[in-house]
């Protein structure tokens, strides 16, 4: 009796983490104390992260984000949980911010429908807001049934307002366009549409329970050159075990805290992207239905992964090169939709 009492005040005060001493005390108040602590909290389906259980419950909400240098800085998007970034027209990406655990007073400048952005955003059962569309993206909205906040209609004075320092900008009108989270839940009780997650639908991220790290091809620094004119990018830190976000050669700042974006995971997705024949202002279509190749780059490694998509309405889900889902380190991520002609660069 006398060994095991001290066996277990010797497992009372340490812990596992390096050589760091805590107090891990395991008396029934301190399980109490923890369960406490948990109670009214779920895991956000984006993050693998604790939350408020009734925020969990809840949709998503995916915001289309202007990315053209004209526009910068965004505000808000540093609370995204998942960022998706690919090609619009005229040689510029843009951004699909998915949002489930939220307060931001100003997210922006929120930009037009695409219709191929759509399929992101059932990705994860998300309420799509935008500010207008393309004949497309409207088109497509209507055949998918798609539950949608458009800023463009009478939803406007709800959910929007422009900023009035950008407003005395010379062509900066289009890039004007704000909404936050206050006015995203007003608009969402006008529409009617559905709040909560859809019963028994199938999540697409895996989360692992302990840090991954994993040997794989070297990836401190990734490089995506869309096209010729324009490359994005992201810095590892290896002191926070993050990737910061380049653009336009410099730091991508979130207006609302001054700070660099940063991400956990960032997935490569390789995609058939294309200019729709005819149409006059270059817009793009790409097939995001279907199956193919990918990466997936964390904590300094890529690794291959593939990627599958039965139908528009449903979830994209990746696989590691044995055929396992794909699993992920908790925190948040950036998908980017890449060409697949094209190739990104790792060091």
């Not at 540093?78 to 100003?106: C, P």
């Not at 990627?307 to 396992?324: A, F, L, M, R, V």
Request: aromatic share 8%; with cysteine; net charge negative.
């Amino acid at each position: 009796m006398l060994v095991f009492l001290m066996v277990l005040s010797f497992v009372g005060c340490k812990s596992d983490k390096g050589n760091e001493m805590v107090d891990t005390d395991t008396s029934v108040e301190g399980i109490e104390e923890v369960e406490e602590v948990m109670e009214g909290l779920a895991l956000n389906p984006l993050t693998g992260l604790y939350i408020d259980e009734e925020v969990a419950k809840r949709r998503p909400v995916a915001v289309m984000i202007n990315n053209i240098k004209k526009a910068l800085p965004q505000s808000g998007i540093s609370q995204a949980d998942v960022i998706y970034e690919t090609l619009a027209e005229g040689n510029i990406t843009r951004l699909l911010a998915i949002f489930q655990d939220f307060d931001a007073n100003k997210i922006g400048p929120v930009r037009s429908a695409r219709h191929y952005y759509l399929d992101l955003a059932f990705n994860h059962d998300a309420v799509y807001l935008h500010y207008g569309g393309s004949p497309h993206a409207f088109q497509a909205i209507k055949d998918l049934k798609v539950d949608n906040l458009n800023g463009l209609s009478s939803l406007d004075k709800i959910m929007c307002w422009r900023d009035s320092e950008r407003m005395k900008q010379k062509g900066m009108y289009e890039h004007s366009v704000y909404t936050n989270a206050e006015k995203i839940m007003k608009a969402w009780d006008v529409t009617k549409h559905r709040q909560e997650i859809k019963e028994g639908i199938k999540d697409n991220f895996v989360f692992s329970k302990e840090e991954l790290k994993f040997e794989g091809q070297k990836a401190d620094k990734v490089s995506l050159p869309f096209t010729n004119q324009i490359t994005t990018g992201f810095q590892y830190d290896e002191e926070t075990g993050l990737y910061k976000r380049t653009q336009y050669n410099g730091a991508h700042i979130d207006e609302m805290n001054n700070q660099q974006l940063t991400t956990k995971n960032i997935i490569i997705q390789y995609v058939e992207i294309f200019h729709i024949a005819g149409d006059t202002a270059g817009r793009r279509d790409m097939k995001l239905v279907g199956s193919g190749n990918g990466m997936y780059i964390t904590n300094g490694n890529a690794m291959p992964i593939t990627w599958s998509k039965e139908t528009h309405q449903s979830p994209t889900i990746y696989k590691d090169e044995g055929g396992n889902t794909l699993t992920m380190n908790k925190g948040n991520t950036w998908i980017i939709i890449f060409p697949n002609n094209r190739q990104i660069e790792l060091d």
